[in-house]
Structures are given as structure tokens and as C-alpha cells.
């Protein structure tokens, strides 16, 4: 319920509980001949900072390029590019939004990436949601492939219904993205050889440590079979899964993630999912293994501030 609503909350709580409550503080403990004015002005700020999140900063989108070097990765794979998107929330995208997803493919496809990935939350609340957007997912292609994981909307999770109308809906979110060409992983992995080497995608179902998220990441079921010597690229949608799960039960040197969006803002430096999460943007490393969080490249709610959705270009490297 909360996600079907979610907009309008927001603009709710963004343009007239948030700046009421500022002038009122303003009016009521300041000094009475200029608490007032600081007031009105403070509350004219936030009201401009929501319109410019809404109408501009919703719209913007980085290209982010960075690297991962391994000791562990095979000669072979020197050089090889990822391109990740994640969190597209692709329900937000329609109407007038539309060309904001077909920017985003034609920006993946100019990446000339050898794999992409998508790290989960492809739809908001509904399956129904992805079928106007068909033909501009079909467009995503990678010499490798499309690679996908669940993330915590796309299980039914705000859908009011009964758990066989949520699982059925599940199905259908699966089956969608299967339809469009993607290799969606469900705890599941796949081999990608250069000649005599190869690495190792790794999917595995959404695991957070919230409990009301889906809890279905098994990591031992994703990488069943594959050498500990390998090296594993793991895509899992929930950042927290990599302490909890995914460092201590297997070696995946690389993760990526998504989930948080970073905030959806970011303001002198500060981002409000500094109070959800001990990590939830870029670069996390823990010895030589590393995970990146994706800010995500769309929105529940269709509002950023200083936080551009982005698409990310992982080359990995051999490290010497």
C-alpha cells in the first residue's frame, strides 16, 4: 500500500507539511522580527528544491566509468566491460516520461559493453506495468548478453493482494523479462569463456536484512558447482546481503548491487540513506573483494536532487 501511494505522499509531505512545519518553527522560535521572513524564505527553498527534484533533477543521468582490478581474474577478461543499470522502476517512466527510458537504453547500447547487467526493481507495484516498455527493453543486447536479478518490487512485494495472486504476479515479472531477451537469474549462474578461461555470473534472488524484504537469496544454491578458484561476478539487487551472506559463504572477488538510489539526493555531500544504510553508494571493499552500489537509474518516485540516476561501465582489469 505505502508504494501505491507513494507520489503522493511525497508531494504531500514535500510541498505543504515540510515547509508549513519550517515557517511555523521559524515563526514561533525565532525573533518575532525576522523569524517570520526567514521563515517564508526557508519554506519557499524547499518547495523550489521539490519542484527542481521532480521536473530537472528526476531527468538527469550520468555515465559513470570505473574500474575493478583482480588478481584473480584470467587473462582473458582483461579489459572486459560491464554495463549495469539498476533500480529502473520503469512504472515511473510513462506519458511524457517515456523518452527518459529510451535515453537510458540508447546511452547502455552506446557503451558497446561485452555483458549487461540489471540489478533488480524493474517495475513499481504491478507486472502490467512492463508491457508498454517492451520493445525498448527488447533493444538491450550485449555480446554476452542481458543479465538480471529480482529486486524487492518486482516479487508483488506492495501488491494488495493474497499470496497466490502475489506469486502468480511474480511469475509474470519473470516471465516478462525472459521475454524480452534477458537471462533472468533466480539463485542460479552462468559461464562466460574467452578461449581456454572463463569467469563466472552469479544471480541471486533479492536477500536484505530488513525482514518485510523478500528473503529468498541462497548463496550457496547460486555458485552450486562452480571452483572456488573461479572468479564471480554476483549480482544480488540489496547491498546488505554482501556482509551478511555473500562475503562469508562463498569468494565472489566482485558484487553488484543496487536498492538504496542513493538517497535520491544528495546535498553538501549528505544523503538521507546515511540513515538506512552503513553502505549504499559506489565503492564498498573489503580486502580485495569489492562491491558497487548503484544509485539506481529511476525512481518510485520521480524526484532527485543532486543525485542523477546513472548507468555504470565496469571494466575490470588483471592487476599484476
Known sequence: MIARYAVSFFIFMAFIVA???????????????????????????????????????????????????????????????????????????THNRKWLLERAVDSILAQKGDMIVFTGDLQNVYPEELEQHQSQLQRLKAPDGVYSVLGN??????????????????????????????????????????????????????????????????????????????????????PTAWRELILPQCNAQLTLSGHTHGGQAKVFGQSPAAFGYEEYEGWVYEGHRAMYISTGLGALIPFRLGLPGEIVVITLRKQK
Not at 518553527?25 to 527534484?53: D, N
Not at 583482480?70 to 549495469?84: N, T
Request: proline letters at 4%; glycine letters at 8%; hydrophobic letters at 40%.
Open 19 to 93: 515547509p508549513l512545519a519550517v515557517f511555523l518553527m521559524c515563526r514561533y522560535f525565532l525573533p518575532r522580527r525576522w523569524g517570520k521572513k526567514v521563515g517564508v524564505c526557508l519554506a519557499a527553498l524547499m518547495i523550489l528544491f521539490g519542484l527542481y527534484g521532480m521536473f530537472v533533477g528526476y531527468q538527469q543521468l550520468d555515465i559513470r566509468y570505473v574500474e575493478y582490478s583482480s588478481r584473480d581474474l584470467p587473462e582473458a577478461f582483461d579489459g572486459y566491460r560491464i554495463v549495469q543499470f539498476s533500480d529502473a522502476h520503469i512504472g515511473t517512466m
Open 153 to 238: 518490487h518486482d516479487y508483488a512485494t506492495y501488491q494488495p493482494l493474497d499470496d497466490a495472486a502475489k506469486e502468480a504476479n511474480c511469475r509474470k515479472t519473470q516471465e516478462w523479462e525472459r521475454k524480452v531477451g534477458w537471462n533472468l537469474l533466480m539463485n542460479e549462474h552462468r559461464i562466460i569463456r574467452r578461449d581456454s578461461d572463463s569467469i563466472v555470473i552469479g544471480g541471486m534472488e533479492n536477500w536484505g536484512t530488513v525482514k518485510r524484504m523478500p528473503r529468498r537469496g541462497d548463496v550457496r544454491k547460486t555458485l552450486a558447482g562452480v571452483n572456488p578458484a573461479s572468479f564471480v561476478v554476483m549480482l544480488q539487487h540489496d
